[in-house]
C-alpha cells in the first residue's frame, strides 16, 4: 500500500511532536517534521512529501511565501496551512497561495487526519471555506471578475482548483505552446511542466490537454480568446 508522505513545518517544537505522534498511528501515513528554516526548501525536494503542514506565522507570516514558492516548484507537494482564527483578509492571502486547505490549530487529530485524506484524494477543502464566509466569497469573485471578466458567474464556478502557476500554463497550452516551449517562457524545468500539467488534468478531470483548455474555458477560468487564436493546437509533448 502505497503511503501519504506527510511533512510538518512549524516553529513550535511541541505542536510539531504532538501532530506528528497523532499522525502517525495512521497505518497510510508517513511523517517527518521540521522547524522552517533556510533548508525548508531542500527538505521538501527530498522528501517529496505529499502533504505539508505549514505554520502560517513561519514566522511573521513568511508561512505564505514559503506556501507560494512550494506551489511553484514542487507542485505535486499540497499545502495545508495551520493558524489560528484566521480574519477574512488573511484567508484571502492563503487563497492566493494555492494552498489546498486551511486549518485552526485546535483541531482534533480525527479531523486533521480526514483533512489529510480528503486533499490527498485530490479534493480541496478550502473552497468550501470560501463558499461560507461572504466577505472572502466577495473579495475572490471581484478578482476573478476583473481577470477573466466572469460576471454572473457563481461562486461554485468562480473558485477555480488551479493554481494561479496553473492557470498561467493552461493559458500557455491554449495558445498551442508545447511543454518545452512553456518551460523556455517561464525559466522554469520542462519536469517541472510536465508535473503541473499532470496536476491540471487531475484536478479538471480531463483527457487530455486539448479536453482540459475546453473545461477551463467553460468555467471561465482562461478567456474563450486563446481557443479561438491557437485552433486548440495542442502538443502532447
Do not use: C
Amino acid at each position: 500500500m502505497d503511503k501519504t508522505v506527510v511533512a510538518i513545518v512549524d516553529k513550535q517544537a511541541l505542536f510539531r511532536v504532538g501532530v506528528r505522534h497523532a499522525l502517525s498511528q495512521q497505518a497510510d501515513f508517513e511523517v517527518f517534521d521540521s522547524a522552517p528554516n533556510e533548508n525548508t526548501m531542500a527538505l521538501i525536494e527530498a522528501n517529496s512529501p505529499n502533504v505539508l503542514l505549514l505554520d502560517i506565522d513561519y514566522p511573521s507570516l513568511r508561512g505564505l511565501d514559503l506556501a507560494r514558492k512550494i506551489a511553484l516548484h514542487y507542485p505535486t507537494t499540497k499545502v495545508i496551512m495551520l493558524t489560528s482564527n484566521p480574519d477574512d483578509k488573511q484567508l484571502f492571502e492563503i487563497i492566493k497561495t494555492g494552498a489546498v486547505a486551511y486549518l485552526d490549530k485546535s483541531i482534533t487529530a480525527e479531523e486533521l487526519t480526514e483533512t489529510i485524506r480528503q486533499v490527498s484524494s485530490g479534493e480541496y477543502p478550502i473552497n468550501d471555506s470560501v463558499l461560507v464566509r461572504p466577505k472572502v466569497a466577495e473579495h475572490v469573485l471581484r478578482q476573478f471578475q476583473s481577470m477573466h471578466g466572469n460576471n454572473g458567474k457563481t461562486m461554485e464556478t468562480i473558485v477555480a482548483p488551479l493554481t494561479s502557476r496553473e492557470t498561467q500554463i493552461l493559458n500557455y497550452i491554449a495558445e498551442g505552446n508545447s511543454n518545452k516551449q512553456i518551460a523556455y517562457i517561464l525559466e522554469i524545468s520542462e519536469q517541472t511542466i510536465k508535473n503541473h500539467v499532470s496536476n491540471i488534468l487531475r484536478k479538471l478531470n480531463a483527457n487530455d490537454r486539448a479536453h482540459a483548455v475546453v473545461l477551463a474555458i467553460r468555467h471561465g477560468w482562461i478567456s474563450a480568446e486563446e481557443l479561438q487564436d491557437s485552433g486548440l493546437a495542442v502538443d502532447n509533448n
